[in-house]
C-alpha cells in the first residue's frame, strides 16, 4: 500500500513540474518602448497594441537618468500623480514581473514627460503565458541587441519586445522533467512491479 501512494506522488510529481515547466517556457519578456525604450520620443500607447500580455510575462524598462518608472493606482495615472507610488524605480534597468491579473499603470517622475506620453497601461491576462497573437510580428530572438536610440542609457543596448527570455532555453528544468520521465519514474516502477 506504501508503495502504491509512493508511486502515485512521483507520477502527478512529475505531471505537476511538466506542466510548471512548460508554462515558464511560454513566458514573454517585452522590452517597454522597444528599440526607443522608456523615453519621451517613444510612442508607448500604441507600443502596446497587439500584446497580450499575461502572468509570468516580465516588462523592462530601460530609460536613462532623466528618467523613472513609478507603478502608480489607477486614480493617479491620468493625472500623472507619483504621490505615494505602489513602486519606484530608478537604476535605469528596470524588471517588473506581472504575477497578477488586472490592470497595471507605470508612469515617469517628470509630470511633463508624463504628460507628454510617457505613461503605460498594461491589462494583464489571467491564464499564465499566452502566445502572440496569430498575424503579430515575430520579434528578434533573445539575446540579439539592437542599439539604443538615447544618449546617455546605462543599458548598452536594448532587445526587440516579446524576446523569448528565460523561455524555451530553460534547459535545466526540461531536462530534469525529461529524466525523471524517461529514466527515474519508469525505474522505480519496473523495481515495483517486480517486488
Not at 505613461?119 to 528578434?140: C, D, F, H, I, Y
Not at 530572438?141 to 546605462?154: E, F, R, T, V
Request: proline fraction near 5%; charge should be positive.
Amino acid at each position: 500500500m506504501e508503495k502504491t501512494s509512493t508511486m502515485l506522488f512521483l507520477f502527478n510529481f512529475c505531471i505537476i513540474f511538466g506542466i510548471s515547466v512548460t508554462r515558464r517556457c511560454n513566458a514573454t519578456t517585452y522590452f517597454v518602448g522597444d528599440t526607443s525604450g522608456w523615453d519621451i520620443s517613444s510612442d508607448l500607447e500604441s507600443w502596446t497594441s497587439g500584446k497580450r500580455f499575461a502572468v509570468g510575462d516580465v516588462l523592462m524598462f530601460q530609460y536613462s537618468s532623466t528618467h523613472s518608472v513609478y507603478e502608480v493606482a489607477k486614480d493617479k495615472f491620468q493625472n500623472c500623480n507619483t504621490t505615494d507610488p505602489i513602486r519606484t524605480f530608478t537604476n535605469g534597468n528596470t524588471t517588473v514581473a506581472l504575477s497578477k491579473p488586472g490592470d497595471r499603470f507605470f508612469v515617469c517622475r517628470n509630470r511633463l514627460h508624463c504628460f507628454s506620453g510617457m505613461k503605460l497601461q498594461v491589462n494583464v491576462e489571467g491564464n499564465g503565458p499566452s502566445p502572440a497573437p496569430v498575424g503579430a510580428p515575430r520579434a528578434a530572438p533573445a539575446g540579439i541587441l539592437q542599439p539604443s536610440s538615447k544618449k546617455n542609457d546605462p543599458a548598452t543596448g536594448v532587445v526587440s519586445s516579446a524576446a523569448r527570455v528565460g523561455g524555451c532555453g530553460w534547459r535545466g528544468s526540461m531536462g530534469i522533467y525529461v529524466y525523471l520521465m524517461v529514466f527515474a519514474f519508469p525505474l522505480i516502477w519496473w523495481s515495483y512491479i517486480i517486488e
